[in-house]
């Protein structure tokens, strides 16, 4: 209701009330019915999908096109059902590990491009440091601080059996104005549209209430900061905003972008060591082991058995 209508409820609680109430009346009724009253809950939750997505593509044109690839491959989904689906779910896997994010792609940029003096930079694809000041206040969504933008997040909380909290996010929201970097050569304007803010310091004024935690990330006068974007020259004035081409425009702490530069090399070797470390308990798992007479036996066979594919598939290869 939230995500596809964005309809908030106050309160919610009722919608989780109906599929049991549904349930125990059809029980009152007539027991035999409970599990169709049970299976009717997937259909008209896929409905409100389908109908969600139709009203949200109608609202973002930019979604036109997901619709119609949607309904193009539903009548598929549905001929090559499980194995369908199954590939779907696994695609967007993929995709979600593949696809770099806006964070991992500040990073890496950041690596390959030369940092840039505001006075002598050209336009284009620029990376430039300096500190921040404030054109025009925005006042954050908790205390109501005037600061030049922020990053308010709303996360979901959920506990394991032993007390264990985990964080689901609900919703992310970033609000900037234009505000000026400084770099002692020059100052530029810096748009605060489609900005995105990679590892801010939170504010001490986050808290957690009703199963939620509310996060406030604040971008205020004088930090220091790197940012990533497209420098302009719009009626004779610099102008950084979002390189639309390579789709980044990115700011965050010159403290922050050190650490991971100092630390990158730290945590790829860690991740090959722990790569090959798994690999290796795998390996072993996976191996016959006997002791016979305090002689210990290794075979493989059961490896290559592993990986043989006539057994799973019915053609020779």
Not at 142 to 152: N, Q, S, T, V
Request: charged share 20%.
């Amino acid at each position: 209701m939230k995500a596809l209508f964005e309809l908030h409820l106050k309160p919610a609680w009722p919608l989780f009330v109906v599929s049991p109430v549904v349930v125990i009346l059809t029980a009152l009724y007539d027991p035999g019915y409970v599990p169709f009253a049970c299976l009717v809950n997937f259909p008209i939750l896929l409905l409100l999908m389908i109908i969600g997505g139709i009203y949200k593509s109608i609202r973002k044109k930019e979604s036109l096109l997901h619709l119609l690839l949607f309904f193009l491959g539903l009548p598929i989904l549905m001929l090559t059902w499980p194995w369908g689906i199954g590939l779907l779910f696994a695609y967007g896997v993929l995709m979600a590990i593949i696809k770099p994010s806006d964070k991992s792609t500040f990073y890496e940029l950041q690596r390959a491009l030369p940092t840039s003096k505001i006075r002598s930079m050209a336009m284009g694809l620029v990376e430039v440091t300096g500190k921040t000041s404030m054109l025009e206040p925005v006042i954050s969504r908790i205390k109501k601080e005037p600061c030049i933008g922020y990053l308010y997040k709303i996360d979901s909380i959920s506990r394991d059996k032993d007390g264990k909290k985990s964080y689901n996010n609900i919703s992310t929201e970033t609000v900037c104005n234009d505000f000026l970097l400084n770099d002692g050569t020059a100052s530029a304007v810096v748009s605060g549209t489609d900005i995105s803010f990679v590892d801010l310091p939170e504010s001490p004024h986050s808290y957690e209430s009703n199963s939620r935690r509310y996060q406030l990330f604040l971008l205020v006068e004088n930090m220091s900061v790197l940012l990533i974007g497209k420098a302009v020259n719009k009626n004779q004035k610099v102008r950084i905003e979002k390189d639309k081409g390579k789709d980044i425009f990115a700011l965050s702490l010159r403290e922050k972008v050190y650490r991971y530069n100092l630390y990158r090399p730290l945590r790829k070797s860690l991740i090959r060591h722990l790569i090959m470390l798994l690999a290796l308990i795998t390996l072993i798992f996976m191996m016959d082991l006997k002791i016979e007479d305090g002689t210990l036996y290794i075979s493989i066979s059961s490896v290559y058995e592993s990986f043989n594919l006539s057994e799973i598939f019915n053609f020779n290869l």
